[in-house]
């Protein structure tokens, strides 16, 4: 998000994270824009260097740094030992191996379950939730990947006792990097319920 206002509305709804693009490639690169909120920055970040994500962290006033690429355990416990907070998200399909991400686990605070398509994410595609039953690991996970509002009823039949937020982002947009404030509204009431 990169737009004072919209973030301004958002910050009304009461929520508890907002999203920092710090990815050139994405629509939705932030870097320039310095936002006020109250809710907890994240920058996301995918295969950037260790220097830039701690600059971009000091200078943001980042709460947490949300790794999106291909990034090792070394490289989260390099991170972590800088006193940054991490985020790891994993791009997700019907044969993800979830025991090849329990090395992160030492060096992260939350895991973000998202759907493996072309693009390091924001693909707006929704992967099978239920391949989530195999994660037996300790972290909590933000869940990720196409969620609309057509996701509603999905969400409140799914159950997991690692699920600890959603991640909402294009299936909300008006454009790349504007929230339709009245739609993310009618979400929460209604995920709320």
Not at 127 to 154: A, C, Q, T
Not at 165 to 175: C, P, Q, T, Y
């Amino acid at each position: 998000m990169r737009q004072e206002k919209n973030i301004k509305e958002l910050d009304s709804l009461d929520i508890d994270f907002l999203g920092l693009i710090f990815y050139e490639k994405s629509l939705r690169f932030v870097e320039g824009f310095a936002p006020e909120t109250k809710a907890k920055k994240i920058g996301v970040f995918v295969n950037a260097k260790k220097e830039y994500i701690i600059e971009q962290s000091k200078k943001y006033e980042l709460s947490f740094i949300q790794l999106h690429g291909d990034e090792t355990p070394e490289f989260c416990k390099t991170l972590k030992n800088k006193g940054l907070r991490i985020m790891k998200a994993f791009r997700v399909d019907d044969e993800f191996n979830f025991e090849l991400i329990k090395e992160h686990e030492a060096h992260c605070e939350y895991f973000l379950f998202d759907a493996k398509g072309k693009d390091y994410g924001g693909n707006g595609i929704v992967f099978n939730w239920n391949v989530l039953d195999k994660y037996k690991g300790k972290l909590p996970f933000f869940l990720s990947g196409g969620i609309s509002m057509d996701s509603i009823e999905s969400i409140k039949e799914f159950h997991h006792n690692k699920l600890y937020a959603l991640d909402v982002n294009s299936g909300f947009e008006i454009k790349p990097a504007l929230k339709n404030i009245e739609l993310i509204k009618e979400f929460i009431e209604e995920i709320n319920i």
